[in-house]
């Protein structure tokens, strides 16, 4: 059974630093990997989708890496701004495109 | 403006009683999804429809269910028999159901039971 997890559960950087949150998934038999930004109250809103024959993705200061054969995926957000603040969800589909989530990392981005 | 629509954001439910939560999609795609998620653990599936009139249990069934008489829309009714029903539902829909699509979210239903 596939387990995804995420590492910190929570951070907190002040404005402008660059930083790294990492997905880690126990099964590398996947198509793909998404990660996901979620604000308080609100539903998820996709990020990036790294399809299993890629390396990296990106889109704007958000650049994403896959690692297939050791399980692994690092989200990198590059000169941090407080409208960053969010939590940050990796996810994999398994059979069927049923997606199985992390507990996510919530960051919080201090001016 | 293309997208997924959830109805109520908010909703109040008595014990004993059914809720339908509503899903609306407009981007023409074949497969929807609703998801449960409670505070510290991740989403967990609760059902999936891959065309109308087709759907499959996810990993947490019990005490709900589903219909899919058209392809923009996949209501999710919470019925008395679940236990413990107080959380926050989203509703997805990817193109197909297949693990290379790409899944999008709706804006979310908060269930509380009082």
């Known amino acids: 059974k596939q387990e995804v997890t995420q590492i910190p559960a929570a951070l907190s950087v002040p404005e402008g630093e660059n930083l790294v949150l990492n997905c880690s998934f126990t099964d590398s038999a996947i198509y793909n990997l998404q990660w996901f930004r979620q604000d308080p109250g609100k539903g998820l809103t996709s990020l990036l989708l790294?399809?299993?024959?890629?390396r990296e993705q990106t889109s704007g200061r958000l650049n994403a890496s896959l690692d297939k054969s050791s399980g692994r995926s690092t989200l990198y957000i590059a000169a941090s701004q407080p409208g960053d603040s969010a939590t940050y969800l990796c996810a994999v589909p398994g059979g069927g495109n049923k997606l199985t989530f992390g507990t996510g990392t919530q960051l919080k981005v201090e001016l | 403006d293309g997208g997924i629509t959830q109805s109520p954001k908010y909703l109040f439910r008595k014990e004993g009683q059914n809720v339908t939560l509503s899903c609306e999609q407009n981007?023409?795609?074949?497969?929807m999804y609703w998801y449960r998620q409670d505070p510290g653990q991740g989403l967990r599936l609760i059902y999936y429809s891959q065309i109308v009139n087709d759907f499959q249990k996810g990993d947490i069934a019990e005490g709900y269910s589903v219909s899919r008489e058209k392809k923009e829309s996949f209501p999710l009714t919470v019925t008395s028999a679940q236990k413990n029903p107080t959380a926050f539902y989203l509703c997805a829909s990817s193109l197909r159901l297949a693990g290379d699509n790409e899944q999008f979210f709706g804006p979310g239903t908060r269930l509380t039971v009082l």
């Open positions: 981007l023409n795609h074949d497969a």
């Open positions: 790294i399809q299993s024959s890629q």
